[in-house]
T-cell receptor
Framework: QQQVKQSPQSLIVQKGGISIINCAYENTAFDYFPWYQQFPGKGPALLIAIRPDVSEKKEGRFTISFNKSAKQFSLHIMDSQPGDSATYFCAASIAGGTSYGKLTFGQGTILTVHP | EADIYQTPRYLVIGTGKKITLECSQTMGHDKMYWYQQDPGMELHLIHYSYGVNSTEKGDLSSESTVSRIRTEHFPLTLESARPSHTSQYLC????????????FGQGTRLTVV
């Protein structure tokens, strides 16, 4: 059962454009939603994360928007740069207790930013 | 950059061989995880550990086994490798006491021929 659905599978944007990746989850017990960035040959690295008590979190050019009622969250990359070209994964977990750190991942989005 | 290391980075091995993928972290994290990343990119949790002598199976069934004799070390073993085991294996760790995120190693790409 796919608990976190991510779209699109691939995304091509021009330098300076906005990249938007969307995720939807099913398990209402999830209360921690990180985004990971993965470059070829590397393991995923945490990019930004949000908890459901806020609707938006911004760190530099990266913003997470969260809609608890719709069970959806999205990553926005403003002023996209060629160096942002990577695979992006949304994830969800239950913060705290024995489930902390057990991430359920989306399918991934390959982002290509053209110069 | 997180201090979590996986060896080997790449491994090509014949069917039927026993293999052990190594994972070590120097952050003193109690929780460690193994994820399998299939060719379609999606990551699936196959094993996790809350601490020494604690191991549990993850969401995706796997024929591999793990052990946790020391906090810093979480090796994964396949007793008899098969081509269906060809995949990328990623190790991660986290420390809930410090509310830290899951840090990933660079992965081991395993090919069974």
């Amino acid at each position: 059962q796919q608990q976190v659905k991510q779209s699109p599978q691939s995304l091509i944007v021009q330098k300076g454009g906005i990249s938007i990746i969307n995720c939807a989850y099913e398990n209402t017990a999830f209360d921690y939603f990180p985004w990971y960035q993965q470059f070829p040959g590397k393991g995923p690295a945490l990019l930004i994360a949000i908890r459901p008590d806020v609707s938006e979190k911004k760190e530099g050019r990266f913003t997470i928007s969260f809609n608890k009622s719709a069970k959806q969250f999205s990553l926005h990359i403003m002023d996209s740069q060629p160096g942002d070209s990577a695979t992006y994964f949304c994830a969800a977990s239950i913060a705290g207790g024995t489930s902390y750190g057990k991430l359920t991942f989306g399918q991934g989005t390959i982002l290509t930013v053209h110069p | 950059e997180a201090d979590i290391y996986q060896t080997p980075r790449y491994l090509v091995i014949g069917t039927g061989k026993k293999i052990t993928l190594e994972c070590s972290q120097t952050m003193g994290h109690d929780k460690m995880y193994w994820y399998q990343q299939d060719p379609g990119m999606e990551l699936h949790l196959i094993h996790y550990s809350y601490g020494v002598n604690s191991t549990e199976k993850g969401d995706l069934s796997s024929e591999s086994t793990v052990s946790r004799i020391r906090t810093e070390h979480f090796p994964l073993t396949l007793e008899s490798a098969r081509p269906s085991h060809t995949s990328q294996y990623l190790c991660a760790s986290s420390d809930p006491r410090l509310n830290t995120e899951a840090f990933f190693g660079q992965g081991t790409r395993l090919t069974v021929v």
